[in-house]
């Protein structure tokens, strides 16, 4: 089993970067694929970025490539999202998620793939 944590979030404005952050602990963190998630209220949680557990291969939901980019540091059991050119219409509670079936090609977007979940961080752009 593997515990996720997520830190990072906040206010910033419209056009602004942050870059979230998701620390595991538990399992050897090479065990797993990562992926984030998002979730706005009164609206489904939606695919954002994931990173294979090689972190070879990544793959990111079509609104946001370009503007995100995931990245993973196995030293420190760490992966991370960073958001830049922020828009209001990003603002949500982001999820860090872990997935330790079969490998794959590309790791999956959908959210029922992934075994773990963090508590999440809100990330809240002002215009």
């Known amino acids: 089993q593997v515990q996720l944590v997520e830190s990072g979030g906040g206010l910033v404005q419209a056009g602004g970067s942050l870059r979230l952050s998701c620390a595991a602990s538990?399992?050897?963190?090479?065990?797993?694929?990562m992926g984030w998630f998002r979730q706005a209220p009164g609206k489904e949680r939606d695919f954002v970025a994931a990173i294979s557990r090689s972190g070879r291969s990544t793959r990111y939901a079509d609104s946001m490539k370009g503007r995100f980019t995931i990245s993973s540091d196995n030293t420190k059991n760490t992966v991370y999202l960073q958001l830049n050119s922020l828009k209001v219409e990003d603002t949500a509670e982001y999820y860090c998620?872990?997935?330790?079936?079969?490998?794959?090609?590309?790791?999956?977007?959908?959210?029922?793939?992934?075994?773990?979940w963090g508590q999440g961080t809100q990330v809240t752009v002002s215009s």
């Open positions: 538990g399992r050897a963190f090479s065990d797993y694929d």
């Open positions: 998620a872990a997935r330790r079936g079969p490998p794959m090609a590309l790791p999956p977007l959908q959210h029922y793939m992934y075994d773990y």
